[in-house]
């Protein structure tokens, strides 16, 4: 049966119903939203609204791992972090908060001092090999995502032997890893658009299913990225619609947790799959 409960800092927290995770990047440079929330007051206005909005998490990213972003050292990662959690600290002190790091130091850091929830580390902890004992010491969830390559090579020709055997192959040794280290709270995310062609993120969106193996939640965070955009012949800022698509068939898929930028628009999916899935078991109970 797959895990359904995570232990954020003390609050158990039960995933009943697909969650939603609203994006904050406080990087200059991230794809779609970068810049947008350098001052305090936006900063604050953008978690006001993920929080009213119905998001059930708040992620911050605050290095950018878009194809060919610039490299950003921990001090300025951290400089960028500790004003953006002093601020939500203060005014949203309960609200569940993950951050978007590799870095073990940055996720000892901002869990130590500002009881961060989650770490989300899209390397698998591939880029910072202390980055499992941290988490299994820090005793938080851990979102473990399958990358082929680096954000400035993972786009040049991604190649698989077979698709889904070898991310499921690669995360299982991760959880294997994780759980010998006594980390219980493990989310998996199959990396879409890390190191994928439009195709494979296609076939992993079909397959989603497959990733019930590990009996975990599923996080999906396709929000505006190339495999919408692209396909449809548009830009990342006119992906929404196509970005609504993708995030339903996910929900039909299996995935518990959304990563997105509009988070009323993904609350709003979720409720209509729930209505839409509901009427057909009960069609199927009678």
Known sequence: MRRKTLNCNGKLVTIDRPMVMGIVNVTPDSFYDGGSYRTG?????????????????????????????????AAEELRRLDRALTLLRKYFPKEI??????????????????????????????FDRRMF???????????LMHMQ??????????????????????????VQRLRSLGVKDIIIDPGFGFGKTIAHNYE????????????????VGVSH??????????????????????NTLALTGGADIL???????AVECVKIVQMYQAQAGRTYLH
């Open 41 to 73: 007051a936006d900063l604050l206005k953008r978690c006001e609204a993920i929080i009213a909005e119905g998001g059930d998490i708040i992620d911050i990213g605050a290095v950018s791992t878009r194809p060919g972003a610039q490299e950003v050292d």
């Open 259 to 265: 990563r997105v930028h509009e988070v009323k628009e």
């Open 97 to 126: 908060i993950s951050i978007d790091t590799y870095r073990a130091d940055v996720a000892k850091a901002v869990v130590e001092n500002y009881g961060v929830d989650i770490i989300n580390d899209i390397s698998a902890g591939m």
């Open 149 to 174: 390559g680096t954000p400035s090579t993972m786009q040049k020709n991604p190649v698989y032997n077979n698709l889904m055997e070898d991310i499921i192959g690669f995360l299982s040794g991760c």
């Open 225 to 246: 990225k190339g495999m919408i955009y692209k396909l449809l012949e548009t830009d990342a800022a006119h992906a929404l619609n196509g970005t609504t698509a993708v």
């Open 204 to 219: 992993i969106l079909r397959r989603l299913r497959d990733l019930e193996i590990f009996e975990l939640p599923v996080l």
């Open 133 to 143: 004992e941290t988490v299994a010491a820090l005793n938080v969830p851990y979102i």
